[in-house]
């Protein structure tokens, strides 16, 4: 047992699996007092369990943590209260909150179903939203908070995931705000854009450099981020996977710009943009770089 987080109060939500899971248990070997929160549901949001939550409980509390279930929906107002509640109740106070908890469903844009793209939207924007306001009461009064939120690297675009790509940059944008709210009341708000095996529906990436990456190693930063030492980091994104941690540039930098002494008309920027700005872009060329992981070819082993 490690102690960067004695005496310290978490709340991950989504933690009954993979990145969620990992936290919770990273969090009490450090010393951290946790709410385990899930609804048990499956990765793309059917059903509901205990067992997930529970089995989570019984390997830290084995291994001489301290932590106790929570089974509410974040999509509920009503339930993501109660989870930073019941953290006040058994413990006394909340200084770590993670927005760990969502759903995937794989769509195309022109199917996309109008009652999943609402639950996209009630479980990661929502869900966080009612956590992360609940959690900051209790943060200015203590004075004291970290917050770790999850994104992806599918929110900077994937064919087939513009609802998934929605809700995870809106969590960026979300968590900028949050840390620039909260800093005078010594609480961080921080992002990871993870890489790791998880549990979800369509199709499994075979492929040995993938299958590596394991949630634990996304925990180690976790870990950091949300302890004292990791004051001086605020607003920060992000990623992390097998023996790899990288920081974004935030905001992103303008690379190239296009001035004249007076207004611009369509004609002139139809002839101008192509020469100078997007020089060389084609439609099928994006402005990002992926991390090398999603360039690999599938194994044939």
Partial sequence: M???LKGRVAVVTGAGNGLGRAHAIGFAAQGARVVVNDLGTSADGYGASHSDADQVVEQIRNAGGTAVANYASVAVEDGAKSIIQQAIEEFGR???LINNAGIIRHQDID???TEDWDLMIKTHLYGMMYCTRAATAYMKKQNYGRILCTSSHIGLGFPGQASYSTVKEGIVGFARSVA???AKYNTTCNVLRPIAVW???GPKIKNPIYERNQPEDVAALATYLVSEAADHINGCIFEVYYGHVGIFVEPAPI???LEKDGHWTAEELAKAIPETLTAG???EEFPFTLPDIFK???SNS
């Fill in 94 to 96: 909340v200084d770590i």
């Fill in 199 to 201: 549990r979800g529906p």
């Fill in 296 to 298: 690999m070819p599938p």
């Fill in 2 to 4: 490690g102690d960067m």
């Fill in 180 to 182: 620039r709210e909260m």
């Fill in 111 to 113: 199917v996309i179903k």
């Fill in 281 to 283: 872009r084609s439609r």
């Fill in 255 to 257: 690379a190239k710009v």
